[in-house]
Structure formats: C-alpha cells, structure tokens
C-alpha cells in the first residue's frame, strides 16, 4: 500500500510477493539468484562441461602406460618404488639363495653317495637359483621381472619333478612321503616369488620408466 492509502499496483513484468533480486536475467528469463548474478563470476564446476564431455579428474589416469609415440610414460603414483615390487625383488633373493643352498647339498650328497633319481633332480635347483638372484636384480634396477618370474616358476617346476620321480622310483612309503614334503615346504617362496613378480604394480613401475 502506498503511503497515500492507494494500494501498491504491481509494475510490468512483477508478481505478487516477488523480492528483490529474483528477477529475470535480462535475456534468460532465468530467476536471479539461480543462475550466475550479474558482476558475479560463476563458481568453477557448475558451468557447462568441458567440449570432450568427461569431467577433470575423474578419466583416464594421465601419464600411465605409454606415450603416442611409443615411448614409456611416467609412473603415476610417484617416483618411488612400489613396495609389492621391493618384495618381489627381495623375495628373489632370499627364495635364490636358500634354493642354492639345498640344491648344493642335494648335489654333494648325490656325487659322494651316489644318490637316487629325485636327488638328482633337487640339484636342479641351481640353475634356478642362478636365475631368481639374476631377475631380482633386474627388478630393483627397474627392468624387466619377466626371469625373475620365469625362474621362480622353474624352482617349482623341478620340486614337482622330484616328487614325481620319488613317488616312481622309491619303494618305502616313508622316502615318498618325505621327498613330497619337502617339494611342498620348499615351493612355497617360488611360489610367493612368482606372484609378486607379476602383480600389476610390480609391471606398471618396471615397464613405465628408465632402469633405475
């Protein structure tokens, strides 16, 4: 009402109840207050999206696999080494160093008494050894963990051969028992080895830089 005592006519364009500052945008017919006001920059994130239509920070994780040309990209999760690849190399040696020293005794035992067939097959092992000490150096110097992996899948290889051989040759139920169960203690690292030698974070940090 104004101050004449003739009730206040809504202007042109104006509503009952309508405060100030929720107006039309001129040329929107977008309610201020609801859009961006005028002098007022719009806050970053609720505008329009980018052309590509992906939002930032939530595509594809920059800089991981390999460049257009080719080229490695660089390691995403920082400079340092991951710690499954640490162990892996690790494991590498302490699983090589133990496989060379029972494949030495198994070998000595087989020179100084002649030994049997699975015995024989036991000192297999140092080639094996020779290979897992060779790939976790490879692997702690940023290159391939492909012989660290091969290697240690070649220790449990030669441990299921000598069981095998065992259960054939020996005739006491007890030196087939035994010869199973030291394939089976003894495949345990090899086996621990081979898995962390191919976890992703162990490929993605060897094969996505320089060596070390």
Do not use: K
């Not at 500052?21 to 005028?38: E, I, K, L, N, V």
């Not at 999206?49 to 939002?55: H, L, M």
């Not at 060897?206 to 070390?212: F, K, L, Q, V």
């Amino acid at each position: 009402m104004s101050e004449h005592g003739v009730p206040h006519q809504p202007g042109p364009g104006q509503q009952y109840g309508q405060q100030p500052g929720y107006g039309a945008q001129p040329g929107s017919g977008q309610p201020y207050g609801y859009g961006a006001q005028p002098g007022y920059p719009q806050s970053p994130g609720y505008g329009q999206p980018p052309a590509n239509g992906q939002v930032s920070g939530y595509g594809q994780v920059p800089g991981w696999g390999t460049t257009p040309w080719g080229a490695p990209a660089p390691w995403p999760q920082g400079p340092g080494r991951p710690g499954v690849t640490t162990a892996a190399g690790v494991l590498g040696y302490v699983t090589g160093g133990l496989t060379v020293a029972g494949s030495l005794l198994f070998l000595v035992g087989s020179l100084s008494t002649g030994g049997d067939a699975a015995t024989w097959v036991l000192a297999l092992g140092l080639p094996c050894a020779a290979g897992m000490i060779y790939g976790a150096a490879q692997v702690m110097a940023r290159r391939s963990p492909t012989p660290l992996f091969a290697s240690s899948l070649a220790a449990v290889g030669v441990l299921l051969l000598a069981a095998v051989v065992g259960a054939a040759t020996y005739d006491d139920d007890d030196d087939i028992v035994g010869v199973a169960v030291v394939a089976l203690f003894a495949g345990v690292l090899p086996v621990i080895t081979a898995v962390f030698a191919r976890l992703p974070a162990t490929l993605g940090w060897t094969r996505s830089g320089p060596p070390a």
